[in-house]
T-cell receptor
């Protein structure tokens, strides 16, 4: 069974701060890595994905991948109250996606 | 360009009944996957359909079955419903042959409550 682990939180940060969300995965054969945001009562929406070691930036979001450590992170700069949601880490292994249970982020005004 | 569409959005069923959920994939996508998301958990893979056949399956009992139609749309059927089947059911579509590098796109989901 492929495991994807996330701290359930909640992670609380003040508005304007950097939020750091972390995820570890068990299978070294995993091919690509995804971050989804899920508001309460809604379906997950894709924030960004990464498949090469290093950093990938998209606006206020930066995904970081370290395959040797089997570690993925998401940084949210200038956090806004609208960023308050559950963030799901997903790992793709061939045609299947494995999800963590998510980290709940609270951004306080 | 329509995204992934699912129906119904909410439904309530009684234990022992059967339910059918429907999904139309994003335009240009031919692969449909179904996920179950229980409250407070991440989505769990149920199965995937491609070319009208079940290509992969997660750890779900045979009560969960599906179908894919020639237009790539799909159905998820659950028989003999249990209280524990109450969850958000998500359909996701993706293009085939992407060498594992593309993402999946979720529909808005179908909320199933079993009473």
């Amino acid at each position: 069974q492929k495991e994807v682990e996330q701290n359930s939180g909640p992670l609380s940060v003040p508005e304007g701060a950097i939020a750091s969300l972390n995820c570890t995965y068990s299978d070294r054969g995993s091919q690509s890595f995804f971050w989804y945001r899920q508001y309460s009562g809604k379906s997950p929406e894709l924030i960004m994905f990464i498949y090469s070691n290093g950093d990938k930036e998209d606006g206020r979001f930066t995904a970081q991948l370290n395959k040797a450590s089997q570690y993925v992170s998401l940084l949210i700069r200038d956090s806004q109250p609208s960023d308050s949601a559950t963030y799901l880490c997903a790992v793709r292994y061939f045609n299947k996606f494995y999800f963590g249970s998510g980290t709940k982020l609270n951004v306080k005004p | 360009d329509a995204g992934v569409t699912q129906s119904p959005t909410h439904l309530i069923k009684t234990r022992g009944q059967q339910v059918t959920l429907r999904c139309s994939p994003k335009s240009g996508h031919d692969t449909v996957s179904w996920y179950q998301q229980a409250l407070g958990q991440g989505p769990q893979f149920i199965f995937q359909y491609y070319e009208e056949e079940e290509r992969q399956r997660g750890n779900f009992p045979d009560r969960f079955s599906g179908h894919q139609f020639p237009n790539y749309s799909s159905e998820l059927n659950v028989n003999a419903l249990l209280l524990g089947d109450s969850a958000l059911y998500l359909c996701a579509s993706s293009p085939n042959g992407d060498r594992g590098l593309s993402t999946i796109y979720f529909g808005e989901g179908s909320w199933l409550t079993v009473v």
